[in-house]
């Protein structure tokens, strides 16, 4: 003979009839003048807050147009016509060339940096992670070499498949070194529980 307590709770404040005092309002509107006082509406203040508003505007307005000035000026520097020396000029990156080819520098970059971030060393792993490290950067500097070699000679297809195999040559490294610290890890995990056994 279940019932719904639900049903039950209307049932309840249907039979029970709450009220409050006649008073009870006036009283607590008493009491809350005496706790909040109403404040006067202070002039001062009112100025202060005109004077700050006119301070930000000017402040905004004044650093937009240093803003638009100073494009301005780059561009016209950058109109002039001069003799660009291999010392002026932007050093060039595989990802300028096209945009696909940023498009695969970038895979390889973000995907080299996120393993590297998710390295854990250890006193027992850390030869290994030493290794690994000291091919990476091998790798790089090569990669470096051909990022001056773009430069210096121009773009061409044997520097660029050269540069992407090094970026393939990099995560394939960090994948290998992901694997064999998994390996020592799960041998180190055996080799203790077969300690505690």
Known sequence: MARDLRE?????RKNEKFSMKDDHEDRFLDRLEKELPKGKNDSTYQWL????????????ASYL?????SKIDTTTINVVDKEETTETRQPISFGDLSPELKKVE???VANINYELSKLEVYEEN???????????EELNVEY????KELNEIGPNDQTIEAAI??????LQLM??????????KSSKNEQESTNII
Not at 8 to 12: A, G, I, R
Not at 65 to 69: A, G, S, V
Not at 144 to 147: E, F, H, P, S, W
Not at 175 to 184: A, C, T, V, Y
């Open 175 to 184: 994948q290998k070194l992901k694997s064999k610290l998994n390996q020592l």
């Open 8 to 12: 039950l709770f209307k049932e309840q």
């Open 126 to 136: 850390k030869e290994v992670v030493d290794g690994f490290l000291s091919r990476l």
């Open 144 to 147: 470096q070499d051909l990022n």
């Open 165 to 170: 195999n090094n970026l393939q040559l990099r």
């Open 65 to 69: 147009f240093m803003q638009n000035h």
């Open 49 to 60: 807050k005109i004077a700050a508003s006119v301070v930000i505007i000017i402040s905004v």
């Open 106 to 108: 970038n895979y390889y």
